[in-house]
């Protein structure tokens, strides 16, 4: 099944390499590497050279991507640093919205760069500490105060994995890999994946992916409720930054309000009753703030029969 899935994913891998997944040996031709670039209005080649971490802005919605095409997208102490950098921007700028993680030349992230890790130890430096320091791979302790998208393609493995389930939502492609791959090498999850998968998917099908390392594909992830939408290959960063443009269009302090009770009484209420006096108390400010004249343009006719123009 592996196998099918890697096929699939050749043509998009920015290296030629032979990989072992499994035991088994995987040829992986080369192709040229795409940076998708907003103000071009489509795509570019070769413009990024040397950045781990590209952005690329489109209106209200910020594109990060990690440009590490020659290692699957492979997370480093730099590359960490980098995207942590570029989603704390992204939180504390009232000009974005929406944010759209993704991964440039056909793999999303293919998780910590192990040999780094193997061959710097030394230099790691983890705070213990999960609210005086980042993780390892970068922004995965923060709560962010706005939607974020993952737009999956490749291998999401491993702490690529534990990435995508920082994101609100995954837009995850047809040939898309997701799983515990770092199992097989005695590497934990120490970005999130325990804590959030669980909470995503239920603990009985996370704990499937974890015990096992297992791979998974697009549409199993969707059953699971891993993936939000499936697209076809090659079209995920284009579905997840139309997603973030439609979720942009909203009244934001409402949507934020909504997004940020969801995540309270998931991770953060100790009781049903807090639960809800936390809804109550972040959405009455919202009562004057957007919703009295959200009622106003219904009652003059819009958004009649459940349309959205």
Partial sequence: ??????????????????????????????????????????????????????????????????????????????????????????????????????????????????????????????????????????????????????AVSGFAVAGGLELALLADLRVVEESAVMGVFCRRFGVPLIDGGTVRLPHLIGLSQALDLILTGRPIGAQEALAYGLANRVVPDGQALQAALQLAEEISSFPQQCLRADRSSAMYSCYNAPSFTQAMQYEIDHGVPVIKAEAVAGATRFSTGEGRGGTFS
Avoid: W
Wanted: proline letters at 4%; one cysteine or more.
């Fill in 1 to 150: 099944m592996l196998l099918k899935h890697v096929g699939k994913l050749a043509p998009f891998l920015g290296v030629t390499c032979t990989s072992e997944i499994f035991g088994q040996s995987i040829n992986v031709s080369s192709s040229q590497v795409k940076v998708y670039s907003s103000a071009a209005g489509g795509e570019n080649t070769g413009a990024v050279a040397g950045q781990t971490v590209v952005t690329e802005r489109r209106g209200c919605v910020v594109a990060v991507g990690i440009n590490r095409p020659e290692v699957r997208n492979a997370v480093n102490q730099e590359t960490a640093r980098r995207l942590l950098e570029e989603l704390e921007a992204f939180d504390s700028d009232p000009d974005f919205n929406v944010a759209v993680l993704h991964g440039i030349g056909g793999n999303f992230c293919a998780g910590y760069d192990l040999k780094e890790l193997a061959n710097h130890t030394a230099l790691l430096k983890l705070e213990q500490d999960v609210t005086k320091g980042p993780g390892s791979m970068g922004p995965s302790r923060l709560e962010l105060s706005k939607p974020l998208i993952a």
